[in-house]
């Protein structure tokens, strides 16, 4: 219920994480953490005599916006797309950064760090996938 003694505000923080192999989930619980302490030590409140009558928050994921090279040239941050498999959807999965040589006898390509939403790791080649401005890379 809201009355003249009362206000809400929002306030927006948008954090953009070089990964450099840490899951999403535990900088999620990191924000949700933060949320928690500034609550606990009156952070939202200072020294004033006003009291938080109601806290919401929520974390989510947001779209990479800015997009980065690393020392390959390759873009990183980049979404990659799974190939289509019978009956299923494309996952996606983010590129962290990280690059080496193929280990693929005679290919030239360079295999990029994915990580996906079940928190594990791959390497896939970019000789098997395609780049696309808007979507990112594609396994083919």
């Not at 953490?33 to 938080?52: I, K, N, P, Q």
Request: glycine content about 8%; charged content about 30%.
């Amino acid at each position: 219920m809201s009355n003249k003694n009362t206000l809400k505000l929002r306030l927006t923080v948008d954090v953009e994480y070089d990964l450099n192999g840490v899951i999403k989930s535990e900088l999620e619980d990191n924000l949700h953490s933060l949320v928690s302490r500034a609550y606990s030590e009156c952070l939202f409140t200072g020294d004033s005599e006003a009291t938080v009558n109601v806290l919401e928050h929520k974390v989510m994921a947001l779209k990479s916006k800015t997009a980065k090279k690393d020392d390959s040239g390759l873009i990183y941050g980049d979404y990659v797309w799974s190939r289509k498999q019978k009956g299923k959807r494309s996952t996606l999965g983010l590129r962290t950064g990280g690059s080496r040589l193929c280990r693929m006898e005679a290919c030239t390509g360079l295999c990029l760090r994915v990580l996906w939403p079940d928190g594990k790791f791959t390497w896939p080649c970019t000789k098997a996938m395609q780049f696309f401005e808007k979507k990112g890379w594609v396994i083919l």
